[in-house]
């Protein structure tokens, strides 16, 4: 399924599919309640996911989808090169993501790859990304560290206050120290950067 809200995008798209030996398009939509209400029809295989969409995004795709066709495996194919996007998408359960400057046969062979259970990502992409920034991490105190990781656990701030022993208002001012010295806003945005990092073979 193509997941895209330009036609002309899409069909493009759908062409290239299509014409690829044991691949076939069998739906097509431009928005999140179209790709939810096809998704739950058809239950594709492997679903081309775009980001920016009229209704949400394709973050909102890949969770629906996750419920109601779980078997579907889900690849971002977006313009925007972005280091949240690449940490949301991943945090989802997004097995690839692709730029849409790709070749046609990178499209193919990443469905083909993600259709046979394989989860990808865009080395060139990480290893730049990795070679271009500074460690954002690089200012934390050990207990901010700590906190770090926990929060990628998916831990809550009680429960990350009664692993390390501490109460939870000093787990929340930890988290607003270690905000301001990434550069974050939200919880959430942590949460995801750890994810995108550690499928990136980051290890804090």
């Known amino acids: 399924m193509i997941i895209d809200d330009h036609e002309v995008v899409r069909r493009g798209i759908a062409e290239v599919v299509d014409r690829a030996e044991g691949l076939s398009v069998v739906a097509e939509a431009g928005s999140v309640s179209e790709a939810v209400r096809r ?25 629906q989808l ?20 690449l ?37 060139r992409t990480v290893s730049r990304r990795r070679a271009d920034h500074d460690d954002p991490t690089a200012d934390l105190t050990p207990s901010e560290r700590k906190v770090l990781d926990l929060i990628g656990d998916g831990l809550s ?12 208002k000093t787990v929340k001012n930890h988290i607003t120290s270690l905000l301001s010295k990434m550069g974050l806003q939200r919880r959430t945005q942590v949460a995801a950067w750890v994810a995108g990092q550690r499928a990136a073979g980051w290890r804090n």
């Open 39 to 63: 998704g739950e029809l058809v239950h594709p295989e492997v679903a081309l996911v775009d980001l920016r969409l009229p209704d949400g995004t394709g973050i909102d795709i890949i969770q």
């Open 157 to 168: 701030n009680r429960e990350i206050g009664e692993k390390l022993g501490v109460a939870e």
């Open 87 to 123: 940490a949301e998408a991943l945090t989802a359960g997004a097995k690839a993501y692709l730029l849409k400057s790709v070749r046609g046969a990178e499209i193919t062979e990443n469905i083909r790859a993600v259709a046979a259970g394989r989860t990808l990502l865009d080395e």
């Open 66 to 85: 996750a419920d109601i066709s779980p078997t579907t495996r889900c690849i971002v194919l977006t313009s925007f090169d972005d280091d949240d996007a």
